[in-house]
């Protein structure tokens, strides 16, 4: 993923709200939301060179999404795939912050990152690129964050415009096509907001939407999770076709805990 909005213990009735969008190279092969095939118990889109994910729940509540941290020095061509943080922590039985503690040595042979790991009780975000965030392995407090590919809440306007709509969606009640339009805003921001990444002015500009629309990179899918108070999950998740974006399918999923 390269957003990931959510909102946490907002409210009685949905206590996690999770709107993401997956930017990715377009060649790069992909499934779709579904059953894994080898863990039928964890739903979630599967990338088929590494075999990880980028975002996945499981049948008892489980969650784990991931985005990366850009990073302009050169990327480790042996590094271990980040994707494969999702599904270990989706396969395994460990709460959230043990799950963060367990990787914390190994944490540093991985390309840059921010983690995201929750069950029904709490949400642990984590990162390799931070050891001073004063939300760094801790439970998250409730309330309505963003992550893209810096640290937790960094005020990038894509983060800041995100929260400010996905507030807005769930003021009447949870709906997920409400939820899906905040995901689907390819409004560029203002040059003088851009943050400073290291890239190309032009690159910096055109990753500064919600919803990218590149010639070879841009957003593959949009993703909208509802955890309900009763413990059931509704995932929908929506494809795009390369450079127009244009949805190409569908996929709307129940899932009982």
Request: hydrophobic letters at 40%; aromatic letters at 8%.
């Amino acid at each position: 993923m390269c957003l990931i909005l959510f909102a946490l213990k907002t409210g009685p009735d949905h206590p996690l709200v999770i709107a993401a969008n997956r930017d990715e190279f377009y060649g790069r092969p992909t499934a779709a939301a579904a059953p894994w095939p080898d863990a039928p118990h964890i739903v979630g889109g599967r990338d088929l060179r590494e075999g990880g994910s980028w975002l996945g729940i499981t049948l008892d509540g489980r969650w784990a999404a991931v985005t990366n941290f850009r990073d302009v020095s050169l990327p480790r061509s042996d590094a271990p795939s980040r994707g494969h943080l999702v599904g270990d922590f989706l396969r395994g039985d460990l709460s959230p912050a043990d799950y963060v503690e367990q990787l914390r040595p190994s944490a540093s042979s991985y390309n840059g990152f921010n983690l995201l790991v929750g069950d029904q009780r709490t949400v642990v975000w984590y990162s390799n690129r931070s050891d001073d965030h004063p939300l760094l392995a801790m439970p998250l407090p409730p309330g309505i964050y963003g992550l893209s590919n810096h640290l937790l809440d960094t005020p990038w306007p894509k983060i800041v415009r995100g929260k400010r709509e996905l507030a807005k969606a769930l003021a009447p009640g949870a709906d997920p096509d409400a939820i899906m339009e905040t995901l689907l805003d390819r409004t560029l921001a203002d040059d003088a907001d851009l943050p400073s990444t290291g890239i190309p002015l032009e690159q910096e500009r055109a990753l500064s939407a919600l919803f990218i629309a590149g010639e070879a990179y841009g957003t593959r899918s949009s993703t909208v999770v509802l955890m309900r108070g009763d413990g059931r999950t509704t995932l929908v998740e929506r494809a795009f076709h390369p450079v127009d974006g244009v949805e190409v399918n569908r996929h709307h999923l129940t899932i009982p805990a």
